[in-house]
């Protein structure tokens, strides 16, 4: 069976602070990866999506994620946080092979930003 | 461009009642999955549903029940309720490869 974890629960930065989010699948076949984003109050929103191609997949608001198969992960980047980006972050995978849309999410990282 | 839309916002229904959410999704897509959000089991899958057939289903029991109408609106059943039902239920049309999240329906179990 497919599962997306997360390490980090909660995080803590500073404005201006550089983000790492840890991601780990696991899935021998191929997977379609995602990181959404749940600010306060508001309903799930899409980051960034990986399919195939080029690893490291650019998305909204300046984030960035790297996919490296030999390590399943799926880390989410940005070089300087906001205030604005305090939020709970959500990666998710689909199984490539699979017809439909059915997400695996992992348990989610609450990011607070202190200005 | 409509986002979708979920119907009703919240619910607080007792053990042992029944409920009926609703899903309108994004025009022009025509599947719908639903997810459950809860403080202990994050998110989870329930089902998904594609010109009005089942075409993926999570872990959850049969008290837990979909259907899709002809206009790709989707209903979620919840019978016989639990305690721990209680739950934000998300909808997600999906479209470009990408699902397009509700802002969900929070359901309150007394």
């Known amino acids: 069976a497919q599962s997306v974890s997360q390490h980090n629960h909660h995080v803590i930065l500073s404005e201006a602070a550089s983000l790492e989010l840890g991601c780990n699948y696991s899935y021998g076949g191929t997977v379609n990866l995602f990181w959404y984003v749940q600010y306060p109050g508001q309903h799930l929103q899409l980051l960034l999506k990986y399919f195939s191609g080029d690893p490291l997949v650019k998305g909204i608001k300046g984030f960035e994620a790297e996919f490296i198969k030999s390590k399943f992960s799926f880390n989410l980047r940005k070089p300087s946080v906001q205030w604005s980006d305090t939020a709970e972050y959500f990666c998710a995978g689909d199984r490539g092979d699979n017809a439909g849309n059915m997400l695996t999410f992992g348990g989610g990282t609450r990011l607070m930003v202190k200005p | 461009k409509a986002g979708v839309t979920q119907t009703p916002r919240y619910l607080i229904k007792t053990r042992g009642q029944q409920v009926t959410l609703s899903c309108s999704p994004i025009?022009?897509?025509?599947?719908v999955s639903w997810y459950q959000q809860t403080p202990g089991q994050g998110l989870q899958f329930l089902f998904e549903?594609?010109?009005?057939?089942?075409?993926n289903k999570g872990n959850f029991p049969g008290r837990f029940s979909g259907r899709q109408f002809s206009n790709s609106r989707s209903e979620m059943n919840v019978s016989t309720l639990e305690l721990g039902d209680s739950a934000l239920y998300l909808c997600a049309s999906s479209g470009d490869n990408e699902q397009f999240f509700g802002p969900g329906t929070r359901l309150t179990v007394l």
């Open positions: 549903y594609f010109s009005e057939t089942q075409r």
């Open positions: 025009s022009g897509h025509r599947s």
